[in-house]
């Protein structure tokens, strides 16, 4: 398997467009997580998935940020509009499980940059 | 606290030992991780540690619980330049069943 896939690998934008950001999992994992990585606030859970169903959502900043996955094989994060604050590298993982034992799969990474 | 907390940074001889602390949070976590992050690259996990262990051992790392103190510790043996990257801890709560990781430490390896 080629592991996580993400694209773009690197995405730079103005503020007040819209930026898409997609994921493929590995093939068989029921859980896909999207993470958005800073200086300032390290690791944080944006949204996971089960079984393509979201599951919690809690940790999507705001209204602009949504996320969807139309099939086991595909997710999509989007923001609309983007600012500036929103430069991260936002990652997607995958996971067979979920819970005491859940091990994560990471993408490289979006790095996202938003002038 | 809230957070997973660890050092910052951490620099080592090649061919010294490492050692990664991490204090956590959750008491009743079942299962501590430790990921790697290269540069431009996701986390890979590394190794993980079932609550009810001491210690671990997986060829070069060693890792070591303490429950009591809450305390987490990676031991990478013989240290390489490859080894440069920067570690994260990571617990699952168990009130939120949540991966919660760690701030990240950067090993620097120097020849």
């Known amino acids: 398997d080629a592991g996580v896939i993400q694209s773009p690998r690197h995405e730079v934008t103005e503020m007040g467009q819209e930026v898409t950001l997609r994921c493929k999992p590995i093939?068989?994992?029921?859980?896909l997580f999207w993470y958005r990585q800073t200086m300032m606030r390290g690791l944080e859970l944006l949204i996971y998935?089960?079984?393509?169903?979201?599951?919690?959502d809690s940790g999507m900043p705001e209204d602009r940020f949504s996320a969807k996955m139309p099939n086991a094989s595909f997710s999509t994060l989007k923001i609309q509009p983007s600012e500036p604050r929103d430069s991260a590298v936002y990652f997607c993982?995958?996971?067979?499980?979920?819970?005491?034992?859940?091990?994560?799969?990471f993408g490289s990474g979006t790095q996202l940059s938003v002038l | 606290g809230e957070d997973v907390e660890q050092s910052l940074f951490l620099s080592v001889r090649e061919g010294d030992s490492s050692v990664i602390n991490c204090t956590y949070t959750?008491?009743?976590?079942?299962?501590l991780y430790w990921y790697k992050q290269e540069p431009g690259a996701g986390l890979q996990l590394l190794t993980y540690?079932?609550?009810?262990?001491d210690m671990k051992q997986d060829q070069r790392l060693t890792v070591l619980l303490n429950k009591k103190d809450k305390h987490l510790s990676l031991r990478i043996a013989d240290t390489q330049t490859g080894d440069s990257a920067i570690y994260f801890c990571?617990?699952?709560?168990?009130?939120?069943?949540?991966?919660?990781f760690g701030t990240g430490t950067r090993l620097q390896v120097f020849p």
């Open positions: 993982a995958s996971s067979p499980f979920r819970g005491a034992n859940e091990k994560l799969f």
């Open positions: 990571a617990e699952i709560r168990a009130d939120t069943d949540k991966l919660i």
């Open positions: 998935f089960n079984n393509n169903v979201p599951i919690d």
């Open positions: 540690i079932f609550s009810n262990m």
């Open positions: 959750d008491s009743s976590s079942t299962y």
């Open positions: 093939s068989g994992h029921d859980y």
